[in-house]
């Protein structure tokens, strides 16, 4: 069965303590995995797209990599700002364009 | 990125009325768009997709009679609620997509509250 779990469930850290948060996967034949940003009663706003293993992709404190089992959202040195809930999400394998989520993780950075 | 826009943000309504959800891509056509459903503290739940032209495609368990999806062109789609109760009260949240096989972009999601 198609999954993804994302893992922890919250994470809380201090201002400058840098961390990672991971995504599980198990989909036959990836065709690509998303990486999200929600802040409380908005819409997900897109961080990264990576398709294949070994890939990476970097946007001011967050860098998002992949392997074939697994992909890791790493924040470095993070800000009270970067405080919300991250969801990762795989394309699923039907010719559909539905995606498949995990059930997030909830950051909170205390300054 | 690419703008997708909801509208309302917000709504309330009485119980036994229906309610009109509208999602537009700003920017780009999108021959496709989906519908999803939040409840506090949970992902994304996935309603439908919709598909410019034809007729949505629902998810197991939810009732098309009630949840009335309709893509009308490239860059518009549409859930009305009907006969909505206070179960039904929720975050609603749209996206499209490019192509099948490019990032999705949501809307900013629509509170629905059923009185």
């Known amino acids: 069965e198609d999954q993804v779990t994302q893992s922890p469930e919250a994470l809380r850290l201090q201002e400058g303590e840098s961390s990672s948060l991971n995504c599980s996967y198990t989909v036959s034949g990836l065709r690509g995995l998303f990486w999200y940003r929600q802040d409380p009663g908005k819409g997900p706003e897109f961080l990264f797209t990576?398709?294949?293993a070994g890939e990476e992709k970097e946007k001011e404190r967050l860098k998002a990599t992949l392997t074939k089992k697994e992909s890791f959202l790493h924040i470095t040195a993070p800000k009270p700002e970067d405080s919300a809930t991250y969801l990762c999400?795989?394309?699923?394998?039907?010719?559909?364009?539905?995606?498949?989520f995990g059930q997030g993780t909830t950051l909170q950075v205390k300054p | 990125g690419a703008v997708v826009s909801q509208h309302p943000s917000w709504v309330i309504c009485k119980s036994g009325t229906s309610v009109k959800i509208e999602c537009r891509s700003l920017?780009?056509?999108?021959?496709?768009m989906f519908w999803y459903r939040q409840f506090p503290k949970q992902s994304l739940m996935l309603m439908a997709t919709?598909?410019?032209?034809?007729?949505?495609?629902?998810e197991q368990g939810v009732e098309k009679d009630k949840f009335l999806i309709n893509h009308a062109s490239l860059t518009l789609s549409t859930l009305t609620v009907t006969s909505a109760h206070p179960e039904d009260s929720s975050f609603y949240i749209c996206?499209?997509?490019?192509?099948?096989?490019?990032?999705?972009?949501f809307g900013q999601g629509t509170r629905l509250t059923v009185v």
């Open positions: 996206s499209a997509r490019k192509s099948l096989n490019t990032e999705a972009f």
């Open positions: 919709s598909n410019e032209g034809s007729k949505a495609t629902y």
């Open positions: 920017d780009f056509q999108a021959t496709t």
């Open positions: 990576l398709y294949s």
């Open positions: 999400a795989v394309q699923a394998p039907s010719n559909t364009g539905k995606l498949i």
